[in-house]
């Protein structure tokens, strides 16, 4: 949908309400309510079959006897009757409408062939729908109710700002917007698009995108219908200068299966979207209300243009207690330049010229009466400093606690830094609390809020400016693949795919019988590794399936006896022969196939432990070597890979170039290549290869070709 067309339909001229009334018990009569309550600047059109008018307003029987035109009508009808009332709205020449009513696509399938009823009969005409199973939009800036949601009945004036809201819950939709009155925040529109059978999440964020009213997206997701249409108006919303926040439901097993029976929608890897996410520069919370009060903070102070920060307390055990938060949190305490020090000499002591600043030894130090213009004095020289990017300044119980209220809002308003208050002060707060609500600045009550907060602000920071990923290579695989059979590749088949893409490989040959893997020993140089090829075996290990550093003739036959019969029930082939590499670090690499956003690499810390440690990050593929570096850096278990202990540090260049080519083998084989496991990675000094592999193939490779 085109931007003009969402445009009218969020700032309609003439809207419908089907099935007004007076009675604000009622859906029709809440709907009429709030537009006339909230001051809605167009035509309103009240449907009734019985009402002559309706609150001073002309009502008419059917949408086709109004003599006005319909840009958006709002309906909540019996599922039963949706279809017939969507229709007439559509021969009457709607442009847009949205049904409220529940029972479709979220109830399974009897429900979702009404669902494509409804859209079709509305497409048919031109007409667009929004919903069904939604509670409408509310468009602050428009004057514009278009929904039932409780929440504005209990508030007086829509809360307009610059945040834009799109949500796939109605309920959770008009608890922001409740939630966002009441803490200050401010909204250039809300939108709740529910089954999202016609214009859906894309849509809005299409809009929202380009929309000069809007300075930060928020997002309640459950599943998407278009994720690369998404993702274009979310690059498109980052490259204008906007943030863009979302919270996910799904993001475990329980909360995906929620997700399929509340709104339809298949809930995708929890773990792939926040990949993605990182990799476009969308900031991922947990909670909602926590999104709000994120966006609150970057709405009205601004978002962060560096990653250190500042810490301010009246208590110096506070401050020490904050330190430890935001260290948890991978923050970074800021460095003040000596010339901020200096200018701090004129309030503080030698000792406590660093941060955190403890505001208790400033008070010590000029007195009782210049203590509050000496604390806007050293506020804004510490705002003014170059590396401190944001701060948190934590009111614990103290004299002139409004006058700490006052200061931190006129010094966070004129630094144009967001600068982030905590009200640490119980009852005794209270007059400083009134200090905030009266300025409109941001307030938390809870120390762990406001550092939630402030590391989502240094998120975006450090997402702001993604790297493009590198272009995806042809690579000469067609031969391969015409032998490869479709399905779980043995080791031998998976590691002859790594090596045509240019990944290094430990040398080694199948051996059906121990004279053939004896000779293959000799040939390759004892010592040696055997492994067990069998076509139902995943985890050779498990059964005995490995023997290492055989040094001699004879170890390397009764390795072959063992292996052979432990493997004999998972349909035994031969034993892999390799070469004994001693490696420092063992690494896991490998990519699957996600049907949303297509192929995804994951790097980690690998071996017989990988799936215990969990220490693995992911990233769309392909890669760059430099982001490959990137990857193995942020892992847990980092410092293994960075001379742990006096062991040698590993090559990280040469490690990540390999894993960028195994990057760039998943993207050019696609949805071909459902999975693949480099596992383990061996590295040791300058040398590094794949030690065991398994790849699933899902298709013919003549297919691909």
Request: charged share 25%.
């Amino acid at each position: 949908m085109k931007r003009d067309d969402i445009r009218q339909f969020l700032y309609p001229k003439t809207v419908a309400v089907i099935g007004a009334s007076e009675d604000s018990s009622k859906f029709g009569g809440r709907v009429l309510e709030y537009l006339l309550k909230f001051g809605f600047p167009g035509t309103l059109v009240p449907i009734n079959m019985r009402a002559k008018t309706l609150r001073g307003v002309p009502a008419y029987p059917s949408v086709k006897a109004s003599p006005h035109e319909i840009d958006v009508a709002i309906m909540a009808v019996p599922a039963e009757h949706a279809l017939e009332s969507v229709r007439e709205c559509a021969e009457a020449g709607a442009k847009g409408c949205i049904l409220i009513t529940a029972g479709f696509a979220e109830i399974g399938e009897e429900g979702a062939r009404r669902q494509a009823a409804l859209v079709e009969a509305a497409r048919s005409r031109g007409m667009r729908l929004l919903g069904p199973n939604c509670l409408g939009y509310v468009n602050p800036l428009g004057g514009t109710a278009m929904s039932s949601t409780l929440s504005l009945s209990a508030i007086e004036a829509l809360p307009r700002g610059s945040i834009g809201l799109v949500s796939q819950s109605g309920a959770l939709m008009g608890s922001m917007i409740a939630v966002g009155e009441a803490m200050g925040a401010g909204f250039s529109v809300c939108v709740s698009v529910g089954n999202q059978c016609d214009l859906e999440l894309a849509d809005f964020v299409e809009y929202l995108a380009d929309d000069d009213a809007t300075r930060v997206i928020c997002l309640y997701v459950e599943g998407l219908l278009n994720p690369a249409r998404f993702i274009t108006a979310v690059d498109r919303a980052r490259a204008n200068g906007k943030a863009v926040l979302m919270a996910k439901s799904g993001r475990t097993e329980p909360g995906a299966r929620a997700v399929k029976s509340h709104t339809a929608s298949m809930a995708g890897s929890y773990a792939v979207l926040q990949a993605i996410a990182e990799a476009h520069g969308i900031v991922m919370v947990e909670d909602a209300i926590d999104m709000l009060a994120i966006a609150r903070c970057m709405s009205r102070l601004g978002r962060l243009r560096g990653d250190g920060v500042a810490l301010v307390s009246g208590s110096g055990g506070g401050g020490a207690l904050m330190v430890d938060a935001l260290a948890e949190r991978n923050l970074r305490i800021a460095t003040l330049a000596e010339a901020t020090k200096e200018k701090l000499a004129e309030f503080l002591p030698p000792t406590h010229r660093h941060l955190p600043i403890d505001m208790g030894a400033m008070r010590q130090r000029v007195g009782q009466q210049e203590y509050r213009d000496a604390g806007r004095k050293l506020l804004a020289q510490l705002m003014a400093d170059d590396d401190v990017a944001g701060a948190i300044v934590l009111l614990t119980t103290q004299p002139d606690m409004d006058d700490v209220a006052r200061t931190v809002a006129e010094v966070g308003t004129a630094c144009r830094k967001p600068l982030l208050f905590i009200n640490a002060g119980g009852k005794a707060g209270e007059g400083a609390r009134r200090v905030m609500r009266e300025a409109g600045y941001p307030s938390f009550d809870h120390p762990l809020d406001a550092v939630r907060v402030m590391a989502s602000l240094v998120q975006d920071y450090r997402l702001a400016k993604p790297a493009p990923p590198p272009p995806a290579e042809r690579l000469a695989l067609e031969s391969l693949l015409r032998e490869l059979p479709p399905g779980l590749l043995n080791e031998q088949d998976a590691k002859r795919l790594l090596a045509a893409a240019g990944v290094p490989v430990t040398r080694g040959r199948l051996a059906r019988n121990a004279d053939e893997a004896v000779r293959i020993a000799m040939e390759l140089g004892l010592p040696v590794v055997l492994k067990a090829q069998a076509a139902e075996l995943t985890h050779k290990s498990d059964i005995g399936g490995v023997r290492l550093d055989l040094g001699s003739e004879a170890q390397v036959r009764e390795a072959f006896g063992a292996i052979a019969q432990a493997a004999k029930a998972f349909g035994f082939e031969g034993c892999l022969v390799q070469e004994m590499f001693k490696a420092d670090v063992e690494l896991i690499v490998g990519s699957r196939w996600d049907e949303q956003f297509g192929a995804m690499l994951l790097v980690g810390i690998g071996g017989t432990l990988v799936e215990l440690l969990q220490d693995v990050r992911l990233a769309p593929a392909p890669v760059s070597a430099e982001r490959a570096v990137e990857l193995l850096r942020s892992l847990k278990l980092a410092p293994l890979l960075t001379g742990y202990r006096g062991k040698p540090a590993v090559d990280l260049e040469r490690v990540g170039a390999i894993i960028a080519r195994i990057s760039q083998l998943a993207a050019a084989l696609g949805a071909r290549l459902a999975e693949l496991d480099a596992n383990p990675l061996l590295v040791a000094g300058d040398r590094a290869a794949v030690a065991d592999a398994r790849a699933v193939l899902t298709s013919s490779a003549k297919e691909h070709a």
